[in-house]
């Protein structure tokens, strides 16, 4: 029910700011939080992420978190490309 009402709340916002709004419901707090969607062309979505570990995580399940966040956003997302942070914020 969240994620039906969130995808119809965002329908105002441009596809990369969907996308970010997205992205918490699409794979959870605790992933949520060492990834941040930074950059969204062409149907790829890029996300920074916290670090190697963390990468390796989301990298293994990037079709459904790309299945998700189109589900969700109304965003066509083709694929999402992972880069890790060289530093914190």
Known sequence: MLRGSLGR???ALQAEDRLSAAWPVACGKAMAERGQIVGFENGVV???VEDGI???QMFSTRRQLAGE???ISG???REIHF???NYKR
């Open 46 to 48: 890029r996300v920074e």
């Open 54 to 56: 963390w990468l390796q």
């Open 9 to 11: 709340s965002l329908q």
């Open 75 to 77: 965003v066509t997302v």
């Open 83 to 85: 880069e890790k942070r």
């Open 69 to 71: 966040l189109a589900r």
